[in-house]
């Protein structure tokens, strides 16, 4: 199916505005409603899938318009408060369209973060009274039509319905290609920084293409990634992983490696991080201006920087680096200076087409963090 017919099918909803946070199984459509660039509809990329779920309400009051929201199953939870407690018909009843896409089906191969997620997408749907249907590759236009006529009734009933989207449903057609315009290369910044803290240091990682470029540069140096927390699912929630192991141990130093697009997605925990000011804490934000492991759409910052808001929150320490160099420098600073600091470190969208996975399963790589981080303790005491 190509996602262009897909829109063009959604116009005849009255649908004009489009909102939501990209994903790697809906790049095809991602592409198509940015490559529209605002010709037969409004798109917002939100903060999380909650924010869609607000301003689609607001767009409906004002224009009594239903609107589109896409995401990944993933970001399901993120949704769940605002649709129950706002948008249910048993509440204000704002109607609107949802375009998931299936990570983790049942049945089919997929990371272990999304199997779970997977499992229970379609029980999460029935159990928020919202309606759907699954559409794949072999669904042909009059199938769709069915669809979206569903659609058509649930909304005008003042509801939500969704529609579910199976891997490789949306052929691949013009793609949305774009530049930040910076150079510095991301794997080249986590090389720097595990050469400057691995030894010295506990690291917690975002989701996505950081964790699996930190995997196996760690593996490259030092032949483990012990000391690495791999979050691979819960996007935005790495800042609050570390700072419960900086608040469980004040001794140890703390590495968050955060991109742009986490951050921005429960930005809150900058002004937490910063009143409870964790002195062993090091946050570093790695900012290409997308999203750029899910198909590299704009996040809606795109262009803007974080560490004036790390400022105005009390963040003690916050540098920009765009260089090597100027890693390097921030890093020996930050790693010296006991303070809460953030180094946001701006990158271009490159990444290698053969990057892994990691090899073992998310339990394994609990256990061996686990124990790095006991047998440290252990070793402290000794010395002591």
């Known amino acids: ?45 939100t903060a999380n899938e909650g924010a869609a779920v607000g301003l689609a309400t607001g767009i409906y009051l004002a224009q009594r318009r239903p609107c589109l929201i896409y995401l990944q199953n ?13 948008a249910n018909q048993e509440v204000y009843g704002i109607p609107m369209l949802f375009v998931i896409g299936w990570r ?9 973060q999304h199997v779970f997620q997977g499992k229970i997408t379609c029980a999460l ?3 928020m009274d919202v309606p759907y249907a699954v559409i794949d590759s072999t669904t042909t236009k009059e199938q769709l039509g069915e669809v979206l006529a569903a659609a058509r009734n649930a909304m005008a009933d003042n509801r939500q319905f969704a529609v579910i989207v199976r891997k490789g449903t949306f052929e691949k057609e013009a793609e949305f290609v774009w530049s930040n315009g910076y150079e ?11 050469k400057k803290v691995y030894q010295q240091a506990f690291i917690v990682s975002t989701t996505g293409k950081i964790s699996r470029e930190l995997y196996e540069q760690c593996d490259a140096m030092y032949g483990n990634h012990d000391r690495i927390f791999m979050t691979v699912g819960g996007m935005g929630h790495a800042s609050m992983i570390a700072f419960g192991l900086a608040q469980a141990d004040a001794s140890k130093r703390i590495v968050c490696v955060d991109g742009d697009g986490a951050v921005l997605m429960h930005m809150g925990a900058l002004a937490v991080l910063a009143k409870q000011s964790p002195s062993n804490f090091l946050h570093i934000v790695i900012n290409n201006a997308a999203h750029e492991s899910v198909g590299a759409v704009p996040t809606g910052y795109g262009g803007q920087t974080y560490i004036s808001i790390a400022k105005a929150c009390g963040y ?15 890093l020996e600073d930050a790693m010296t200076n006991r303070a809460l600091s953030m180094i946001e470190v701006m990158v271009s969208l ?5 990057l892994g996975r990691p090899k073992e399963c998310a339990a394994e790589n609990k256990v061996n963090f686990m124990r790095a981080w006991s047998e440290e303790c252990i070793g402290a005491g000794e010395e002591r």
């Open 350 to 354: 490159d990444s290698r087409a053969d």
């Open 125 to 127: 749907l029935e159990v």
């Open 74 to 86: 993933s970001g399901l939870g993120n949704l769940i408060n605002p649709l129950a407690s706002i």
């Open 1 to 45: 199916m190509r996602a262009s017919t897909f829109l063009q099918e959604v116009r005849k909803l009255g649908i004009r505005t489009i909102a939501g946070v990209p994903d790697s199984t809906l790049k095809p459509f991602c592409d198509a409603v940015c490559l529209d660039d605002g010709r037969e509809f409004q798109h917002y990329v």
């Open 316 to 330: 003690s320490s916050a540098v920009l680096a765009k260089t090597g160099q100027e890693l390097e420098t921030a």
């Open 184 to 194: 510095l290369v991301r794997e080249q910044v986590l090389k720097i920084l595990i």
């Open 104 to 112: 983790g089906e049942p049945g089919t191969p997929d990371e272990p």
